[in-house]
């Protein structure tokens, strides 16, 4: 499946570390896409199976009416029992190849690249898009030791023709020093579900994700 790259431009990134439960999670998510996020990756890592898909079809049918595409975070049977648009996997994750053979052609697969080469065997794969970083420094995960450049990341942009997003450590400071290396958007987290008014910080996010 094609994306389109202006659908990536602020790419938002759930966390439960900030929210007090499934309802707090979903008034976030509907505050981020009312305040400019174009797109929403659920990311559970605590919550059981059966939680964890019927939060996922709560969140896929929020974004759904409210305009924007949702894929799940890793976990490939939750991508397809909730409806969700498609999945994001990471190098430690299953391989995007058998990903798609669950899925099908026709929902989005992210693969998570650090450099050229993975980025062009993400491409390979069948990947519809790739979310590189880690950007800066950042307290969500831990990152191995994988931080990109702006060199890399305009090398990785360079290297392939899917969009490309930066993630890792992005906030409203640091995101202008992205501008200018090819990338679709920005992934963030806590610049946004960490903030008290999550609409405001993505409308203040929005307009320097358009200016990458």
């Not at 058998?98 to 491409?123: N, Y």
């Not at 930066?166 to 995101?175: F, P, S, V, W």
Request: contains cysteine; proline residues 2%.
């Amino acid at each position: 499946m094609k994306i389109n790259p202006g659908e990536l431009r602020l790419y938002a990134v759930t966390d439960r570390a900030w929210a007090r439960d499934t309802d707090h999670l979903l008034d976030q998510i509907e505050a981020a896409v009312r305040g400019g996020a174009t797109f929403v990756q659920l990311r559970e890592k605590e919550l059981d199976a059966r939680s964890f898909l019927s939060e996922a079809r709560w969140v896929v049918d929020l974004c759904h009416k409210m305009g924007v595409r949702c894929v799940i975070n890793d976990n490939v049977d939750i991508a397809l029992l909730s409806g969700a648009d498609g999945v994001h996997v990471g190098q430690e994750d299953m391989a995007c190849e058998k990903a798609r053979a669950i899925l099908g052609a026709g929902r989005i697969i992210g693969v998570s690249a650090h450099s050229v080469e993975e980025a062009a065997a993400a491409e390979a794969a069948g990947a519809d898009y790739l979310g590189s970083g880690a950007a800066f420094p950042t307290g969500t995960k831990d990152v191995h030791g994988h931080y990109v450049s702006r060199e890399g990341f305009a090398a990785i942009t360079g290297a392939v023709k899917i969009p490309v997003v930066a993630i890792g450590g992005i906030t409203r400071e640091n995101l202008p020093g992205l501008a200018g290396v090819g990338l679709a958007g920005a992934a963030v987290v806590s610049a946004l579900f960490a903030q008290d008014d999550v609409e405001a910080a993505a409308r203040e996010l929005l307009p320097l994700c358009r200016a990458l």
